[in-house]
């Protein structure tokens, strides 16, 4: 089943800053997802990423703000732009495993 | 739009009590249906999970059965321990792998000894 690595596990960024946050699957994966999960919170689905198309995102989400890129069925990378306090969270990617979906161990953003 | 509601937390048991963490969903389809469980500090593991209606998911004394008359997935322990202490997820998907999980808001659970 699919294990992913999610780095980095955590960052503290200057406001107006970009942070990409990376993700790699140890086996191929026709969609992944990223999430939000704010202090305190559920998760936010902010887009999925089909590999050789753009990224669907929900609402409240664009993609100048978090572009996100998924070059091949094995990785994918979302990028938090000119961030803001507001902007500190968890991120989260994940993909299908054969047991259900399996998620990368997150990345905990401070933005100063 | 589809939907998942959970109790709200935060809950607090003695070890060795009974857990009950309720979860009903809202659904175009026939979803499946799962419980993720994050732990302090970690990500997200999954802890059951349950396909089609009347399916019993099971895991680590955790039970939950899928109830498609109620459309409920309630979670259940005969006996919590200290190591339960952890936040649990209700999620829901209509096509399990294209589409994204569908989050319930979560519900804390503090077990003391």
């Known amino acids: 089943s699919a294990v992913i690595s999610q780095k980095p596990s955590r960052d503290i960024c200057q406001r107006g800053t970009s942070l990409t946050i990376q993700c790699q699957v140890d086996?191929?994966?026709?969609?992944m997802f990223w999430y939000r999960q704010q202090p305190g919170q559920s998760l936010t689905l902010i887009a999925t990423?089909?590999?050789?198309?753009?990224?669907?995102?929900e609402s409240g989400f664009v993609i100048d703000k978090f572009p996100i890129s998924r070059p091949n069925l094995t990785f994918s990378t979302l990028t938090v732009s000119n961030m803001s306090p507001e902007d500190s969270s968890i991120y989260l990617c994940?993909?299908?495993?054969?047991?259900?979906?399996?998620f990368g161990s997150g990345t905990r953003l401070t933005v100063v | 739009g589809d939907s998942v509601t959970q109790m709200e937390g935060p809950v607090t048991l003695s070890e060795e009590a009974f857990l009950t963490i309720n979860c009903t969903y809202t659904?175009?389809?026939?979803?499946?249906l799962f419980w993720y469980v994050q732990y302090p500090g970690e990500g997200l593991q999954l802890l059951l999970k349950?396909?089609?209606?009347?399916d019993k998911g099971s895991n680590k004394g955790f039970e939950a059965t899928y109830r498609k008359e109620t459309t409920s997935f309630h979670l259940e322990k005969g006996s919590v321990q200290v190591s339960d202490s952890a936040v649990y997820f209700c999620?829901?998907?209509?096509?399990?792998?294209?589409?994204?999980?569908?989050f319930g808001k979560g519900t804390r659970l503090s077990v003391i000894a």
């Open positions: 994940s993909a299908q495993a054969s047991y259900g979906y399996t």
């Open positions: 086996s191929q994966v026709t969609m």
């Open positions: 990423a089909n590999q050789g198309s753009e990224a669907t995102y």
């Open positions: 659904a175009t389809g026939y979803p499946s």
């Open positions: 349950a396909t089609k209606a009347d």
């Open positions: 999620a829901l998907t209509l096509n399990s792998g294209n589409t994204p999980l569908v």
